[in-house]
């Protein structure tokens, strides 16, 4: 063999090394349907606790491979996407919120049915729909399937990972929506239609049949309320807009949606800012910054520095109840690092729900690939302590939970008490909004 020759047969050896998991083989194509998905189960059990930072901090190493070699035995009988969603369980038993398969969507084949729920308060209530399925707008879900709608959440939220009680209602309303995944949780019978049984404000229980959307063009949604709060008005990862309140004078509302776009948020940073006069005066003293982190799911929790300056600069925004962070189930990592720090920092107040992140996690993620799905399954390679204690989520200061009630009447009630907030003076008997 000539040096060339080898140098190349070394290469391959090492990069298949690093890959994590065997390369496939010339001979991959004799290959059996089964033999393909059982090799893939084989590489997910071996290469995800090699590879995480600590694998089994909540589970058992004896229930995970005892779960990993039942789901090989399974493939045989099992569809592919009940495949996927077995694969997507086993990930979930690792508990790390960051530890989750990252394209199962479109691996697994799974479709999309016309209906979004949210979690308000007291249970699952529908809030988007299309047009010819409206009269379902604003009702409360109670089952799925013949299940009661509570455990059937429990059987979706047994196939991803989550670090605490918001994690699971922020998600499980994504999973009632895909077919395949309902299907493998034993909640439909069928994979072209889901029964979905509601009740209205009376009590009324009806039941509607969903079938998943072929074409995008297909969709025209509907909303339970005509009006669309501030915060749901834009899609742009982070925005801003000033509010004029008549009691409460000026605010900036800062919508940060995720921590990514060094430049781009400098530069928005820039902007937003020379509408806040500097300093401590009258002026400066009269506005109020609004920094909304309900829908950021993280990212690079340094992208938010570009902001801190502008605060030293403004000694009036870090006095009692002149910053306020919007916090919920969807603020995640980075995010829920930011209010930490902006609260630590700069005396921030946390209005909203808990997080669905815990502080003292697992993340900094890469990738394993398996080698014949191609199905990515992302890991945490650290662990991150930002405070002391066994703490599962970060508490608001001021706690507030959105009703059906809100949401028919176009209400953003976490931003009306920021609008509406006022810092309580030491041994003030009344209690802030």
């Known amino acids: 063999m000539t040096r060339a020759a080898t140098l190349r047969v ?29 090799a893939d189960v084989d590489c997910l059990a071996h290469e995800l606790p090699r590879l995480h930072k600590n694998a089994f901090f909540k589970c058992s190493r004896e229930s995970f491979d005892s779960a990993a070699a039942k789901l090989r035995a399974d493939v045989p009988r099992l569809a592919d996407h009940q495949i996927v969603v077995g694969m997507m369980r086993l990930i979930a038993l690792i508990g790390d919120g ?12 799974f479709r999309t049915l016309p209906i979004v729920a949210e979690w308000l308060h007291d249970g699952y209530y529908v809030t988007r729909t299309l047009r010819r399925f409206e009269a379902i707008l604003g009702a409360k879900l109670v089952r799925i399937g013949e ?27 994504l999973a009632m929506r895909n077919p395949e995944l309902l299907h493998a949780c034993g909640l439909s019978a069928g994979l072209d239609r889901v029964a979905f049984t509601t009740a209205d404000a009376n009590g009324k229980e009806a039941i509607i049949e969903l079938s998943p959307i072929a074409s995008d063009r297909e969709w025209r949604w509907v909303f339970a309320a005509e009006r669309v709060p501030l915060a749901e008005q834009r899609a742009e990862p982070y925005w801003h807009q000033a509010i004029v309140t008549p009691s409460h004078g000026p605010a900036m509302y800062l919508a940060y949606n995720t921590c990514s776009g060094f430049g781009e948020f400098r530069t928005l940073c820039d902007a937003m800012f020379t509408g806040i006069p500097t300093g401590d005066g009258p002026d400066a003293k009269k506005w109020r910054l609004i920094i909304d982190l309900r829908r950021n799911g993280g990212g690079n929790s340094m992208v938010i520095d570009a902001m801190y300056p502008h605060l030293l600069w403004r000694p009036a925004l870090r006095e009692p109840g002149h910053l306020l962070v919007l916090i919920g189930r969807g603020t995640f990592s980075s995010a829920m690092m930011n ?22 996690a697992y993340g900094e993620i890469k990738p394993l690939t398996l080698p014949h799905s191609k199905l990515v399954v992302m890991y945490s ?53």
């Open 98 to 109: 960051h530890t989750q398969a990252q394209n199962f969507a479109q691996v697994g084949g």
């Open 339 to 360: 209010a930490i720090q902006l609260r630590q920092r700069y005396g921030a107040v946390l209005i909203g729900e808990p997080t669905g992140g815990s502080p003292n």
């Open 381 to 433: 390679t650290n662990y991150f302590s930002l405070v002391d204690g066994d703490v599962q989520t970060v508490t608001p200061d001021v706690l507030v939970e959105p009703t059906i009630a809100d949401v028919l009447a176009g209400k953003d009630p976490v931003l009306d008490a920021a609008l509406q907030f006022v810092q309580a003076r030491p041994g003030a008997e009344t209690a802030n909004n």
């Open 147 to 173: 299940l009661p709608v509570d455990e059937a959440a429990r059987r979706l939220a047994e196939t991803f990972p989550a670090e605490n009680e918001m994690q699971i209602r922020r998600r499980v309303p």
């Open 10 to 38: 070394a290469f391959y050896t090492v990069l298949c090394a690093v890959a994590g998991c065997a390369a496939p083989r010339p001979a991959e194509r004799e290959l059996s349907r089964d033999a393909k998905w059982q």
